[in-house]
């Protein structure tokens, strides 16, 4: 029988932990098994709190002022230390732009197997973890998993709903690990120009694609996102190419699941259309009959953007007042 025992889960955002905690919850029950987070910083210990209300039997806190901002090698270190001194059996990390690499990292000194990405977990009938993520470009969805110990795998957020908070007994478990001295030094952090709100919790997002003729345009989407307490969103090649925004959604960028999104001029090919499959209605405006986002849409206009979205921002302001 094998020594690993037990569920891991960190996130170096704690939102996204919590979210993990509430699906690994489950897992656990049915494994009959200890479900623990990690939570690593400065001055954090607080947050042991509600990760014990959204599911942790346990939190292992290290909290040190050298942790204070993400750090690849240090956090590394501490993963490591702990993963290799309770042996979980499965460790999930938040699927971020700092968890990711970690997760492979950590999985590469451990010598086990990582898969990235998982929108589904569940267990087959030899107890094993099963991760299912999208591949071919989105066109298909892949089921794995795994014949090493620990099961490592990183989970992106709204993969699972934000767990109840509800009273329930957990322990934190304090340790005061030596931090490796980091190899890289932080020289500046600047905030980027994103919203604060994450895209990915939005409950209504028009986005628009190449359609769209100029930057200043974007007056058009957030006028019609205003009335709805929408987001604005976007097709790849507005934020990579034309750097009018800094993030995307779609298969490289963010799986979204908004109750409305609104994709203005964007053709819908498969790499866009595999982020906003968890969409509940989707609305497409889009001049050409033949564009493939009216395949996957509940509604759609052949239109013109530009007199579409003035007319339909009219109409909701007009039904408000
Ligand atoms: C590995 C890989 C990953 C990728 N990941 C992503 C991803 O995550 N997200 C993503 O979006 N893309 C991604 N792409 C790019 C993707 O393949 C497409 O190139 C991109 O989605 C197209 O963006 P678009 O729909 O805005 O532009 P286009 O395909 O050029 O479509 C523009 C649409 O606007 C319509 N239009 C033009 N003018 C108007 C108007 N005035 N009114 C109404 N409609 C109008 C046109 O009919 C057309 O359908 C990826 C590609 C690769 C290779």
Not at 273 to 293: L, Q, S
């Amino acid at each position: 029988m094998s020594e690993h025992k037990g569920i891991f889960v960190f996130s170096d955002k704690q939102d996204l932990a919590l979210e993990i905690l509430g699906g690994a919850r489950e897992i656990a029950d049915k494994l009959h098994t200890e479900l623990s987070t990690v939570l690593i910083g400065h001055n954090v210990q607080d947050r042991a709190d509600e990760m014990i209300k959204c599911g942790a039997d346990k939190v292992y806190c290290v909290d040190k002022p050298a942790l204070e901002r993400f750090q690849a090698e240090a956090y590394l270190g501490v993963l490591l230390e702990l993963v290799t001194s309770y042996k979980p059996e499965t460790v999930l990390i938040g699927s971020t732009r700092n968890g990711k690499p970690l997760a492979a990292r950590l999985a590469t000194l451990l010598e086990t197997g990582c898969v990235p990405d998982c929108t589904k977990l569940s267990l087959d009938e030899q107890q094993r973890l099963v991760g299912e993520r999208m591949t071919y470009g989105g066109n298909a969805t892949a089921k794995l998993t795994f014949k090493t110990r620990p099961q490592i795998a990183t989970v992106p957020p709204r993969a699972f709903e934000n767990p109840e908070p509800r009273e329930r007994h957990g322990q934190l478990v304090k340790l005061d690990l030596k931090v490796r001295d980091p190899r890289t030094e932080t020289v500046e952090t600047r905030p980027t120009q994103a919203s604060n709100v994450r895209i990915e919790e939005a409950e209504v997002i028009i986005s628009c694609g190449r359609g769209l003729e100029k930057k200043e345009d974007k007056i058009l989407l957030e006028e019609l996102a205003t009335p709805l307490c929408g987001q604005v969103g976007c097709s790849r090649p507005l934020a990579e190419d034309r750097k009018w925004f800094s993030e995307w959604v779609g298969l490289s960028g963010h799986k979204v699941k908004p109750k409305l999104y609104i994709a203005c001029g964007i053709s819908g090919v498969i790499q866009h259309a595999a982020g906003i499959r968890d969409a509940k209605v989707i609305v497409a405006i889009n001049k050409d009959p033949e564009a493939p986002i009216f395949e996957i849409a509940d509604y759609g206009v052949v239109g013109n953007l530009y007199e579409v979205l003035p007319a339909l921002t009219e109409a909701i302001k007009r039904q408000r007042h």
